[in-house]
């Protein structure tokens, strides 16, 4: 499974991407809002920093504009993928700028007839959100298996890129599902490490460490 990491914090991206857990990242509106940087500037700095594919998402609505956001987006760095809304112009936007031969997202996918469309327009990636439909009592990771399945009936090559990732849990239930890609926030796949068994066993081979004196420098 592919991490992604969804966020604009350079800081945040830098360290997970030194300890090789980084082969890709997702951004969004909010995040750039988040950063308070300039979309342009942050979106630069990111693609220098990873070598895999970085998720900028258009602003506009109307598929001409998203099409002209996306070939100015493309020209910051190669490894650009364009992020558009799981619309009707996010789908016209798609089909262009895949043809164009760019990595396209879509995002905002809530169902999979949504992820059906987004693959046969050509998507680099689908991006089902989790967390927001756990949020209204649906299930999220029902609709990973159903694009899951769906896609491995036909055959095609749009990636699940499982997103809106709250817990650690969704990370795990999506790799389970086959989910080819996961974006999570930087705590969320820092808190993967964690387990009190760990901690616990460790303050007991610290111990005895400090009651045998075991020393190896
Ligand atoms: O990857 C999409 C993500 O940024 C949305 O997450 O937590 O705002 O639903 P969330």
């Not at 997970?16 to 909010?30: A, C, E, F, I, K």
């Not at 798609?94 to 879509?106: E, I, P, Q, Y």
């Amino acid at each position: 499974m592919k991490f992604f990491v969804d966020t604009a914090e350079i800081d945040a991206i830098a360290e997970l991407n030194d300890l090789g857990m980084v082969d890709g990242v997702t951004t969004n509106p909010s995040l750039i809002k988040k950063s308070g940087r300039d979309i342009i500037e942050v979106t630069k700095e990111i693609c220098a920093l990873v070598d895999g594919p970085v998720s900028a998402e258009v602003t506009a609505t109307d598929a001409d504009e998203m099409i002209a956001e996306g070939r100015k987006l493309v020209e910051i760095a190669q490894n650009i993928a364009v992020k558009v809304p799981l619309t009707w112009d996010g789908l016209k936007a798609c089909k262009a700028l895949s043809d164009d031969g760019h990595m396209v997202n879509v995002t905002l996918c809530f169902s999979a007839n949504q992820a059906l469309l987004a693959a046969k327009a050509g998507a680099t990636f689908i991006s089902p959100f989790i967390g927001r439909l756990d949020d209204i009592n649906i299930d999220g990771m029902d609709l990973i298996a159903d694009i899951r399945t769906i896609y491995d009936n036909y055959g095609f090559d749009t990636q699940i890129l499982a997103a809106s990732i709250r817990t650690v849990n969704h990370v795990t239930q999506s790799a389970l599902l086959g989910a080819d890609v996961m974006t999570a926030p930087p705590g969320v796949i820092k808190s993967m490490v964690n387990h009190p068994l760990t901690d616990k066993g460790l303050d007991t081979f610290l111990a005895d460490i400090k009651a045998a004196g075991i020393k190896i420098l």
